[in-house]
């Protein structure tokens, strides 16, 4: 696994060292280290993986910038327990672009979360596939909003976007109760399925 | 071992379970039949103590502890297992993680990752399905027959001394239904487990020969009798197989 060293000014992703990532993929995992505003351009022809695992930090600003030819796949697992602000930008400037991007936000007891999910697809492009796909586990009822903004210039481009905010699957809850598990554990299990099950299942069976 | 006294239950003020009573002892092996609406769902749901369904009056008691009223993850720890008509998928939750800490649980000790491996992958032999179901997410992707076979997948895991099997046919072709047939008769070689089985099927209740069936109507037990009963009913239906059932099906 190629789990990039984050520089000290946070600006591990530019021009010059994008070209050197192995498999094109990003892994920053259980490190809270994107406190400045991070912005992404991808060039051409370049197919980037960024998975944000276990972040747990108060402030999140990313975005992505998307030419022609590229595609992104940005997966972000947060946990949150303070008073947080998260931003995620994507902004589709060219043609024949693909961007998947799911999210799960876990509001921990003393949570209060306000996320916006930007989605900037440009007048004159064309060919552009967009999704995004955000869930938030709101299981103490304390503040949590999700914004998913979507502004579509062109008529020419798939897209879609979707948010909830929910707690638990009762019948999940139930289910496992009738195989004899605690609800504390029935907590835990089902919290880590709702953090993880986005990710590609070889990134926990690595040593890093 | 299980003793139904009285029970009545019901759902929005709508009666399901009136004055029901039932006597099911250890080791032998209960079919439910009846029309559509009947109550036979209800009842394995009440069983659990499930949520949705009001208990007005009457008790469940299984080797003298009182269940009716238990949360599920309790009364699953008594040795008491359902495999629900339509069992729902978790993904994100593997089958032998919710086995590892449900044995945990159940036994208060440490799983043995070695054996309990090694009873997974025989287990998936038996039932004749890929070892890959044991870290899949549970029941996730799967027909409606693979999720009955990994649904026994975990009653070999869990060892359960009361089984309760609500329409598990449904979903399984012939050869599924003689797969899961042969596996409970296994089970029942070596575990001697009582079972409730909710079923029409009469290949399935050719090949398990079940010690008692019941006919039930409009929520309560009409008429026990013994394998015989259950064949003349599937071939002559409810109305006449049965000597009680008279008139027309109350359908839900």
Known sequence: MNNIKVNSDYNFLNEENINSLKDNTVYIINENILKNKLVINIPENYHLKFYLIDYQDDYLDITFNQNNNSSIEFMFSITNNKKSTYIITNNVIGSNNKTLIQGRIYNDVKADTNAVINGNIKENTVNNDYTEDIRGLNLYSNNLVIKPNLLVSTSEVVANHMVTIGNFDERKVLYLKEKGISEESIKKLLLNAFLYEIFPKEIFNQDN | ?252
């Open chain 2, 1 to 252: 071992m299980l003793k139904i006294n009285n029970l009545s239950v019901s759902v929005n003020d709508k009666k399901l379970l009136a004055d029901f009573n039932l006597d099911i002892d250890s080791g032998t092996t209960h079919v439910l039949m009846g029309p559509n609406g009947a109550g036979k769902s209800t009842l394995c749901k009440v069983l659990f103590n499930h949520p949705d369904y009001k208990k007005d009056e009457g008790t469940i008691i299984y080797n003298d502890v009182d269940i009716t009223n238990m949360d599920p993850s309790d009364i699953a720890k008594l040795g008491i297992y359902i495999v629900n008509q339509n069992p729902i998928s978790i993904e994100g939750v593997s089958n032998a993680e919710m086995l590892r800490i449900a044995l945990e649980e159940k036994t208060g000790e440490k799983v043995s990752i070695f054996k309990f491996n090694k009873k997974l992958e025989e287990t998936c032999e038996k039932l004749n399905i890929p070892k890959d179901f044991i870290f899949r997410g549970i029941n996730d992707g799967m027909s409606g027959g693979e999720r009955k076979k990994n649904e026994l997948l975990h009653m070999w895991m869990l060892e359960p001394s009361f089984i309760i099997l609500d329409e598990i046919d449904s979903g399984l072709d012939v050869d599924a239904i003689k797969t899961v047939a042969s596996n409970l008769n296994e089970y029942k070689k070596i575990y001697n487990p009582t079972i409730l089985i909710v079923t029409h099927h009469e290949k399935l209740i050719e090949l398990l020969h079940p010690d008692y069936v019941h006919i039930i109507k409009n929520g309560k037990v009409e008429e026990t009798g013994n394998y015989e009963l259950g064949i003349k009913v599937l071939k002559d239906g409810f109305i006449n197989g049965s000597s009680i059932m008279t008139g027309s099906y109350e359908n839900e």
